[in-house]
């Protein structure tokens, strides 16, 4: 749409702000992205962008995108974007997106997807979306406990994975309990990593950054799988597990 | 020592305070240890810990650990480590430690050890640091540009692995020309991980988050390697990449 010039209004500024809780993000049905790089990212995804503030530059750098996009396009100053987001500094943009609907999503037979036992840290989950960007798993099931993946950390730290990674919110209980295919639960004492053959596609199950795997999920875990260690740290984060896990999977055999 | 109890003074709790600035902590000789599990670790450690304060409970379940130790223990209540650290919560302990020598350190040839180029976010430092500490690499050299491995949010990364973990900060120019060995630096276009056989020892090269390896050090490279993706992310985190590399440098071949 064509640029709408002026100040952001308090109102509007407020309800922006309101995003980064996530009771008011549900109440709205929309979140936040902020940041040039996501921003466009967004835009040129089957996400909803519903309204977009961005600095006269940004909107000068990338005027055809902006203006064929469905979006209410409004110039605003750096100092707005920040007094609104949630960054310390942001030179490009802002978007307000459309929350996707929550279909459950099944799993294919012939993939590999990633369950999250209550994961709270944002940037964990974050970082654990772009590993799974970067390594084709395009389905991700998360505990209801699990934060919440519009939080504005979240979003900052996935980049444009998130529209290309499906997150779905469930009971892991009731979820695995109607799986017929491996699980793979990263757990301390299991079998190396490097000794399983991750032969057939299931479910890479990650537990609490603190607790693991939750009591009442290990009878779903068919394979508990373990990456050696050589030295003195107890763990590993879990997303960094979850990196070097999905590497395993998908080395050449 | 014996506890000593009472409240923390005004003046002591805004030298505590002090230390989270690089500058303060390099004209002290000291930095800190906050949290129950990373002040039993640095006790246990080689490090010179001057002072812990520590709960009433946390004094009554370590006693003897805190009382055969040369450190001067006080008693806090958590409002006081709160207010004078930088955790939200703290129920447990800070320590006072002083900063080890920065005497150069080796590397033997047999060994594996990562070079970090400018790695600017604190979280990703430490969780570095740890991820050495798990695949058994026990020296990081870094260049001078990249985030102080003191910082309080890099040591709370780590965990312990800071006392096993060797860091030192020079110019990796002027290390690296001194070094008779592969250097595997991680790039976007390199060999595929899968393919090297990481047969001899040496140094892994990674790069700052948004620019990579730079300019000047890329004549050091003589195995550039890559970790081949599967999907849309631009790149993996630069410590989930240091993982999935020490994954692969590790794994029985």
Chains 1, 2 share one sequence.
């Not at 996501?38 to 600095?55: A, R, Y």
């Not at 940004?58 to 974007?81: G, W």
């Not at 068919?222 to 395993?248: K, M, R, Y």
Request: hydrophobic content about 40%; overall charge negative.
């Amino acid at each position: 749409m064509e640029a709408v010039t002026g100040m952001i209004s308090k109102n509007r500024a407020k309800f922006v702000k309101s995003l980064q809780l996530k009771k008011f993000r549900h109440l709205e049905g929309a979140f936040v992205v902020e940041g040039g790089k996501s921003v466009l990212e967004v835009l040129k995804s089957d996400f909803s962008v519903v309204e977009v503030f961005v600095t006269e530059a940004f909107y000068q750098n990338h005027e055809a995108l902006l203006t064929t996009s469905k979006a209410v396009v409004q110039i605003a100053t750096e100092q707005e974007l920040i007094q609104c987001g949630s960054l310390q500094t942001n030179n490009a943009g802002l978007a307000i997106v459309k929350l996707p609907g929550q279909e459950p999503i099944d799993r294919r037979p012939d993939e590999f997807v990633i369950a999250l036992d209550d994961v709270r840290d944002p940037g964990n989950l974050g970082t654990i979306i772009r590993i799974a960007d970067w390594y084709g798993v395009s389905k991700l099931y998360c505990s209801e406990e699990t934060t919440d993946v519009f939080a504005p950390k979240v979003v900052q730290a996935c980049m444009g994975s998130l529209t290309r990674v499906k997150v779905s919110y469930l009971s892991l209980e009731d979820f695995l309990s109607h799986q017929d295919c491996p699980v793979y639960g990263a757990l301390l004492n299991g079998k190396s990593i490097y000794d399983e053959s991750f032969a057939t596609p299931g479910i890479i199950l990650m537990g609490n950054e603190s607790k693991g795997i939750a009591g009442e999920l290990m009878k779903f875990v068919t394979h508990p799988v373990t990456i050696p260690g050589h030295g003195g740290a107890e763990s590993l984060n879990v997303a960094v597990a979850t990196a070097v896990i999905c590497d395993n999977i998908r080395r050449p055999k």
